[in-house]
């Protein structure tokens, strides 16, 4: 079960910049450190930021994130074909006691 | 560094039970500051959490999945195991263990992030 909302796919040309929102609720974003993986296909996902907005170690700073009540933001900035994957996002959710993962976003360079 | 394997039947008929082995090296699974955990993924569609276990054998199971799950932890063995009864064509997936640190606020503790990942397993129910 999805309670984290992703838009299905996000596309942009080189160099551009993508947003991705993931839209939760008071339990879960509102209330919990978020976090964000990138799944490249055939792969298991990896972590690219943790606890709302700080960067894995090896992942460039065009990575950014943000959180804002019981929604957060991946920022692709300078974007690269290697940037073509499936991004979610992740947090706990106090009411369910489970994590939660994002509906998932493929990101898509032009 | 933490590398985490995953080991076990890549085929299950169903209503059997499904027995998985996420093997830990380069690390302490006694470590007391992480859950250990397990996610599936079926073909095309998301992430599902499905547990995790700490250290003194605490659990955690996903809900939605009506008590057909079942964690353990082997500290001498360094590893953790995934059990799933009953199983149906519908848990055909992916299957990826994976560390998560976590973090306690007022003495309630909960995961923060997970990583490391396993390769995964691919296990397909099926007569």
């Known amino acids: 079960q999805s309670v984290l909302t992703q838009p299905p796919s996000v596309s942009a040309a080189p160099r551009q910049k993508v947003t991705i929102l993931c839209s939760g609720a008071?339990?879960?974003?509102?209330?919990?450190?978020v976090s964000w993986y990138q799944q490249l296909p055939g792969t298991a996902p990896k972590i690219f930021i943790y606890d709302n907005n700080k960067r894995a170690p090896g992942i460039p700073d065009r990575f950014s994130a943000s959180k804002s009540g019981t929604s957060a933001a991946l920022d692709i900035a300078g974007l690269q074909t290697g940037d073509e994957a499936d991004y979610y996002c992740g947090t706990w959710d106090s009411s369910l006691n489970v994590y939660v993962f994002g509906t998932g976003t493929k990101v898509t360079v032009l | 560094q933490v590398q985490l394997q995953e080991s076990g039947p890549g085929l299950v008929k169903p209503s059997q039970t499904l027995s998985l082995i996420c093997t830990v090296s380069?690390?302490?699974?006694?470590?007391?500051?992480?859950?250990w955990t397990w996610v599936r993924q079926s073909a095309g569609k998301g992430l599902e959490w499905l547990g995790h276990?700490?250290?003194?054998?605490?659990?955690n199971y996903n809900p939605s999945l009506t008590n057909r799950v079942s964690l353990s932890i082997d500290r001498s063995k360094n590893l953790f195991s995934l059990k799933l009864n009953s199983v149906t064509a519908a848990d055909t997936a992916v299957y990826y263990c994976?560390?998560?640190?976590?973090?306690?606020?007022?003495?309630?503790?909960?995961?923060?992030?997970?990583?490391?990942w396993g390769q995964g397993t691919l296990v397909t129910v099926s007569s």
């Open positions: 008071s339990s879960n974003i509102g209330s919990n450190y």
């Open positions: 994976a560390r998560e640190p976590f973090v306690c606020t007022y003495g309630v503790c909960y995961p923060n992030w997970l990583e490391p």
């Open positions: 380069g690390g302490s699974i006694s470590s007391d500051s992480y859950y």
């Open positions: 276990i700490y250290i003194d054998g605490k659990r």
